[in-house]
């Protein structure tokens, strides 16, 4: 007998003519595959989004930045950096930018007639002129510290410290220690450095002479050459403060949002694993609308019998309906994925990433479970007996 | 005999039975000889074994018993594989419920008879378009099934039936579902199909049809009855 073999073609079109023969169950059946396909690649990236948007903003900031802060004594007292802590720091020969605060004890109001007690929980910190090159930090309104201004009463707000004394026009004066102050402008929020959005920044020198501010740094942030970063970090502590090396503490800012993403890693798993039972969800029901199918269509598998078709053909027949169904889902699905994806990151501003591999890992994931779920009513269909399959109305 | 040792008989049973699990027996020693050519009722009531007949010769079924040759070819020695490959390139199929399927044109529908014989598309769709003009459907090839009379329907299906060129055409109760003006045009196109060489067996259960064939073999609770020819004078048609 000669070998009988149908082409991918008459294949594709006898999978097409026992689907579309009934299109809401295709559609519905492919929806379920749909969505599992669609909650994975949202998932996926969306977490690739706000990833590439980190990395983004860690590009920007740079990860090269160092805080130090004076740590606790031996005895549990807070300790001091000594005044000359930021000079000998800036002499570590990789550090490329060196800038202080200093905490000032004095608070700043809106005006005189406030209560001392509603302090509004702003800091009022000395600093110098090369802050906002260290930190990147840009002001959003008027201006940073002039050399002019740097050691007379003018302040710079914080964004959130703005917000709070509800001052964003420079010019206006603010009561600061007993003295009046004229703001001279308002940061944008600080990334690396969040707490200088809740403090009020005045200069060095005018800080000292007006506020009583001791000339003690509380926190130093420098910039060191990337690569030794780490070089820069070991000897920070003794360089700071020689004495008691052991009361510093140094921390890496770009640290805690790499923490951030890791943290969302853990909770994209977690998502994800629930994606894949849906998934799981709906290759159940591609299977559930095969064996229906099945069961339906005895005639015609035993028409197909009556012609000629071997038990293979009707075996391949079904398999490749199931294929096509969940492949049909699949493709919905990513479009799906890619729109959520796509509207989520938009509406944060995050670049749009959907890795492929996610899009064509979820579309093969889709044909194994189309081939796993077709393979059972397939087999049925293959051993139905064409008489009484002929017999049956 | 007049036929020649190239040309097989279309259908030869000797002794065959088949007798279902469960210990019912369908037929019982059946011996029958259909020569290429022959044009022929297979007569019963219900429950006679008529179907089980049909199964047989369609080699849809095997026999319990005895041996089923059809075109030459032993059913029985034969595996489920090479079973399908006879029926796509020997027999044709006609049932009473026509089973076209929907939503498909009256060539589409022509078209599957070929789609298990490895024939091309483009030939197949030629080969049908073809085999509707024969059985005068000319005029419907693009038509879908709802769109055409029960008559024209079976006219599809006889087509379907026919375009393989089949040794032998299987035609049960095809006048079963249609009025009798339909039916009759259908017994005259199966008469005709006959004329152009068409080896024909119509499995009815109604004398009327049988009685306007060449010949009648009636069977009745599983067994031969009757066979209105002669054996030894129906090789001359």
Known sequence: MRVRRLSVADLARLGMVGLFARPLRVFLSALGIAIGIGAMLAVVGISASSTAELDRTLSRLGTNMLIVTPGKTLSGKNAELPAEATAMVSRIGPVEAVAATGRVPAYVYRNDHIAPGETNSIEVLAVDRDLPGTVRATVSAGSWLTPATVDYPAVVLGAVAAQRLDVRTPGTRVWLGGHWYAVQGVLAPVPLAPELDRAALVGWGAAREYAGFDGHPTTVYLRAV????????????????????????????SDALTAKRAADDTLTALLLGLSAVALLVGGVGVA?????????????????????????????????????????????????????????????????????????????????????????????????APAEALSAP | MTTSPAEPPAVELSGVGRTYPGGVTALQDVDLLIHRGELAAILGPSGSGKSTMLNL?????????????????????????????????????????????PGRSATENVADGLLYTGTRRRERLRRSAEALHRVGLGHRLDHAPHELSGGERQRVAIAR?????????????????????????????????????????????????????????????????????????????
């Open chain 1, 226 to 253: 990337e690569s030794q970063v780490e070089a820069v970090r070991g000897v920070l502590g003794r360089t700071a403060n020689p004495q008691a090396p052991m009361e510093v503490g140094i921390s890496r800012p």
């Open chain 1, 288 to 384: 559930n609308t095969m064996v229906i199918s099945v069961l339906e269509r005895r005639s015609e598998i035993g028409l197909r019998r009556a012609l000629g078709a071997k038990r293979s053909h009707v075996r391949i027949q079904f398999l490749n309906e199931a294929l096509l169904l969940s492949a049909l889902g699949g493709a919905g699905g990513v479009i799906l994925g890619v729109l959520a994806t796509g509207a989520y990151a938009l509406s944060r501003g995050w670049p749009v990433v959907v890795p492929g591999w996610a899009s064509a890992g979820g579309l093969g994931a889709t044909l194994m479970i189309g081939a796993l779920a077709g393979v059972y009513p397939a087999m049925r269909a293959s051993r139905v």
């Open chain 2, 57 to 101: 010769l369609g080699t849809l079924d095997r026999p319990t018993t005895g041996s089923v040759r059809i075109d030459g070819c032993d059913v029985s020695a034969m595996s489920d594989r090479e079973l399908s490959a006879l029926r796509a390139a020997s027999i044709g199929f006609v049932f009473q419920q026509f089973h076209l399927s």
């Open chain 2, 161 to 237: 039936a026919v375009v393989g060129e089949p040794v032998l055409l299987l035609a049960d109760e095809p006048t079963g579902n249609l009025d009798s003006v339909s039916g009759a045009s259908i017994l005259e196109l199966l008469v005709r199909l006959n004329a152009a060489g068409t080896t024909v067996l119509v499995i009815t259960h109604d004398s009327g049809v049988a009685r306007q064939l060449p010949r009648r073999i009636e069977i009745r609770d599983g067994r031969l009855v009757s066979d209105s020819a002669v054996p030894e004078r129906v090789g001359s048609r």
